[in-house]
């Protein structure tokens, strides 16, 4: 390509380009789960931040990714650690997903936790699912980083997820939740 095209290309970009607060609106249509992500600082305390920026990305192997915003204080201790636990809320938590969404010195008091055996990072009691992930890869995503998990350990448990949609916690219907239980197909990235 030459710089003709190129400099055309990204002038066409920039005509097309949407404002930031289009995007929120329209990303907000994407109900997702609500997780939190733990880690450990260099001294070993732990960290963790709320995030609904998370996604399964390969079966083989195993690859899980989560999105964290660079000015925030989980992301320097990810990038020190190397490792991180995700932990996925069940409908009745949403007072963690506030909690470490909030800026308060000491998210983690009074909240039960246990470390992981594989990477130390905290893993929430009562959490719908949890995973701890050795960091695979780090790559830049505008203000946030992605950072590629390859899970060292997972445990499920029971009850419904705490879901974000538009804004606002939701609850899924009772019978989406029946059907899921029945094995319903899943979505598949394949096309």
Do not use: K
């Not at 931040?49 to 083989?60: K, P």
């Not at 130390?120 to 050795?134: D, K, Q, Y």
């Not at 780090?138 to 499920?156: C, E, K, M």
Request: charge should be neutral; glycine fraction near 8%.
């Amino acid at each position: 390509m030459n710089l003709l095209s190129l400099a055309l290309m990204r002038t066409q970009m920039a005509r097309n380009s949407v404002e930031a607060e289009q995007f929120r609106d329209a990303m907000a249509s994407f109900a997702a789960g609500v997780t939190i992500i733990t880690t450990l600082d260099a001294e070993g305390t732990p960290q963790a931040a709320t995030a609904t920026a998370f996604s399964s990305v390969s079966l083989s192997p195993p690859l899980c990714l989560v999105c964290i915003d660079r000015r925030g204080r989980t992301h320097g201790p990810l990038l020190v650690h190397g490792c991180f636990a995700v932990n996925i809320l069940r409908a009745d938590q949403e007072w963690l997903s506030a909690r470490f969404a909030s800026s308060m010195p000491d998210r983690f008091a009074d909240v039960a936790w246990q470390p992981g055996e594989h990477t130390g990072c905290p893993l929430l009691e009562g959490a719908l699912a949890s995973m701890e992930c050795r960091i695979a890869e780090v790559h830049s995503g505008g203000d946030h980083d992605i950072f590629l998990g390859r899970p060292a350990s997972v445990r499920v448990g029971g009850g419904s997820p705490l879901v974000y949609w538009r804004g606002r916690y939701r609850d899924l219907p009772v019978q989406a939740e029946a059907r899921a239980g029945q094995g319903a197909a899943s979505p598949s990235s394949r096309t």
